[in-house]
């Protein structure tokens, strides 16, 4: 079962070694076929920052595909914010800010949601949604249709209101028709699974929120320790596995940090039921 490992959130410059250390074993046991890196890669968008994430994604030895966060565009530093806001970036994570991966199960669209002119707030932009919209439309039956943005399209509590990204809306209506079935986002360190089709009139078809949180940064949040997602295309375990022409499904594990042990352990998991391929128009 081929599997994706989403991490997001590591802060490079507030680091932990022991998680780090950690998340490169589980990453080495794992065997991910696609790592995705889902924003605020590093802490204040400084080059040994951006060294040091660009080594850590070297040691996982798998296919990386990132996305820049707010934190990855120089704050303090205004000249370098307006005229090269990606300067860094680009050098440790190329050129392209919206990578797209694509194998025989998945089908990954990274979208750029930050903006220089924004301190936290991220924006998605028509035509950003009409890319992503016909990339979803193209995909296989075989693959899971997943879309990552740094800023959730959805939160969990009423003090994340305004985190939730702009564009929102109409990115969720547009896309889920077009196919997709996760969106997977980070930016407030808090993680957590919910149904798209329940929370926006405008998703007529299954899909699905997938918040991660921080994946080795010190700044966690009260009651969420370090984590990464992990997920696994293919049948859920309770969605008829391996029937020829079943039902769609994916499987989301969220991995903890577990200080004891210095190692991530398997937390929470989540059997998702997919939309099916005539729910596509």
């Known amino acids: 079962m081929s599997c994706l490992l989403q991490i997001s959130d590591p802060h490079f410059g507030t680091e932990q070694p022991d998680v780090l250390h950690a998340l490169e074993r589980l990453a080495d046991a794992l065997a991910p076929g696609v790592v995705v890196l889902s924003g605020d890669i590093t802490q204040r968008a400084t080059a040994a920052q951006f060294a040091a994430a660009r080594a850590f994604a070297d040691r996982l030895g798998r296919p990386v595909v990132a996305v820049p966060g707010n934190h990855d565009i120089p704050l303090f530093q205004l000249g370098a914010r307006v005229f090269a806001p990606y300067g860094r970036y680009r050098r440790a994570f190329g050129d392209d800010l919206e990578p797209v991966f694509e ?92 149904p798209l089709h329940d929370a926006f009139p405008g998703c007529a078809r299954t899909a699905w929120a997938v918040q991660a949180g921080t994946a080795v940064s010190s700044r966690v949040r009260a009651g969420h320790p370090n984590s990464v997602n992990v997920v696994r295309a293919g049948m859920a375990d309770d969605v008829a596995e391996g029937m020829a022409g079943g039902p769609r499904a994916c499987r989301v594990e969220r991995w903890d940090y577990v200080a004891r042990d210095k190692a991530f352990g398997c937390a929470e998991v989540f059997g998702l039921s997919l939309a099916s391929e005539a729910a596509r128009p």
Request: aromatic share 6%; charged share 15%; proline share 5%.
């Open 103 to 194: 194998s025989p199960d998945w089908q990954v669209t990274m979208v750029n949601t930050t903006r220089w002119y924004r301190h936290t707030d991220g924006a998605v932009s028509p035509a950003q949604v009409e890319r992503v919209a016909r990339r979803l439309a193209a995909a296989s039956p075989s693959q899971v249709r997943v879309v990552v943005t740094h800023q959730p399209v959805m939160v969990t509590r009423t003090q994340g209101m305004g985190n939730r990204l702009h564009g929102r809306e109409q990115a969720v209506a547009r896309w889920c028709a077009a196919g997709a079935d996760l969106i997977l986002g980070g930016h407030i360190h808090l993680p957590y699974v919910r």
